[in-house]
């Protein structure tokens, strides 16, 4: 777990935003986020980790397409996704729409990623339904997944 939270998901996400093991500054970029957060609670510390998880929980994808060949032809399969890996996804999809905003700093990229993000909307709850939406245009190839 993390040092200043608590949190075993907060000390993943850091692991995660590190670059090239500098985990200092990837710890700096998540606890601006949080403190982002933090202040705009009201000051309220749970209240900001609560809204951090609810946004992360709301990136979780419940299914995905994958790829499988069958006879000559390649169909996107959909299929469940793994708990752990939806939170890996739910954590990269985070992170990349967070980099690709256009605010001042990384730390308030990813806060402010996060306030969308629990309110249903940013790039990364995008790019969540998109998944979801390719999976449901695939459904009549679910019967290959054996």
């Known amino acids: 777990v993390d040092p200043r939270f608590g949190s075993a998901m907060v000390q993943k996400l850091i692991n995660i935003v590190m670059d090239?093991?500098?985990?200092?500054?990837?710890?700096?970029?998540?606890?601006?986020?949080i403190d982002l957060l933090i202040k705009k609670s009201q000051?309220?510390?749970?209240?900001?980790?609560?809204?951090?998880?609810?946004?992360?929980?709301?990136?979780?994808p419940l299914v995905e397409?994958?790829?499988?060949?069958?006879?000559?032809?390649?169909?996107?399969?959909?299929?469940?996704?793994?708990?752990?890996?939806g939170r890996a996804l739910a954590m990269r999809w985070l992170i990349e729409a967070a980099a690709a905003r256009s605010?001042?700093?990384?730390?308030?990229?990813?806060?402010?990623?996060?306030?969308?993000?629990?309110?249903?909307?940013g790039g990364a709850i995008k790019k969540k339904l998109d998944v979801h939406r390719m999976a449901e245009a695939n459904r009549a190839f679910s019967h290959y997944a054996w």
């Open 20 to 33: 090239d093991g500098k985990k200092n500054v990837a710890r700096e970029i998540v606890y601006d986020a």
């Open 43 to 60: 000051g309220d510390k749970n209240k900001a980790l609560d809204l951090f998880y609810k946004g992360f929980e709301q990136l979780i």
């Open 65 to 85: 397409v994958r790829p499988r060949r069958v006879g000559g032809s390649v169909y996107q399969i959909p299929m469940e996704v793994n708990q752990d890996r």
């Open 103 to 121: 605010d001042k700093t990384m730390g308030i990229r990813l806060a402010y990623e996060l306030m969308e993000a629990s309110e249903g909307r």
